[in-house]
Each structure stands twice: as C-alpha cells, then as structure tokens.
C-alpha cells in the first residue's frame, strides 16, 4: 500500500515561487504515473498536472502550461511541482496522487486511486 506525503507549501507573494515534494512511501511507486490536483475551498479538485512512470510524458493543465513543471525521482520514491509566477488564482490545496495506470498522465480525478492529505499553498496579491 503506497502512502503519499506532501510538503513545500506555504505563503507567498503574486509573481513567486514555490516547489511543492511528494514522498511515496510503500511500493509500488515507478510504475504508475503520478499527478497534482489542486482545489480551492467551495470549488471541485481541479487538476494541474500529471506525468508518466518514466518521466517521458507530461500532461498540464492550460492555465499552469509554461508557469508549473512536473519532475519525479524513481530512485527516491519522490515526485515534484516546480511553481512559478505564482498568481492569487493558484491558491488552494495540492494533492498528491497516484494513478491506476502507468503510461498515461491523464488529468481525470477518476484515474487516481491514491491521494495524500495535501499542502496548502497561498498567493498573496
């Protein structure tokens, strides 16, 4: 059973950065894809963005493409949000998730079967 730890959160201004880590422990971890979801208080999850078990694909949301980078380390059981040019909009909740499939970083809520207990990002305007 895989257990996903979230951590990096925190207040920043409009314009900053922040990097969010995903620790998985508990196996299997390299052979799913993993993503970040994101939800705002009274507002559904939303995804952002998602990446395969090797690395070689990603998948973003439109409104983080360019600003938000998805990277994970199989050796270290680790998966990682590079967030920049933060906006007020981007605040909210990120979730950690593991998907049921290994090749394909969707970005349906319904494909993830694994969720950590998120970090709490806060952009100031």
């Known amino acids: 059973q895989v257990q996903l730890v979230e951590s990096g959160g925190g207040l920043v201004q409009a314009g900053g950065s922040l990097r969010l880590s995903c620790a998985a422990s508990?196996?299997?971890?390299?052979?799913?894809?993993m993503g970040w979801f994101r939800q705002a208080p009274g507002k559904e999850r939303d995804f952002v963005a998602a990446?395969?078990?090797?690395?070689?694909?990603?998948n973003y949301a439109d409104s983080v493409k360019g600003r938000f980078t998805i990277s994970r380390d199989n050796a270290k059981n680790s998966v990682s949000l590079q967030m920049n040019s933060l906006k007020p909009e981007d605040t909210g909740r990120y979730y950690c998730?593991?998907?049921?499939?290994?090749?394909?970083?969707?970005?349906?809520?319904?494909?993830?079967?694994?969720w950590g207990q998120g970090t709490q990002v806060t952009v100031s305007s």
């Open positions: 508990g196996r299997p971890f390299s052979t799913y894809a």
């Open positions: 990446i395969s078990w090797s690395g070689g694909s990603t």
């Open positions: 998730a593991r998907s049921r499939y290994s090749a394909s970083p969707t970005r349906w809520a319904n494909d993830y079967n694994t």
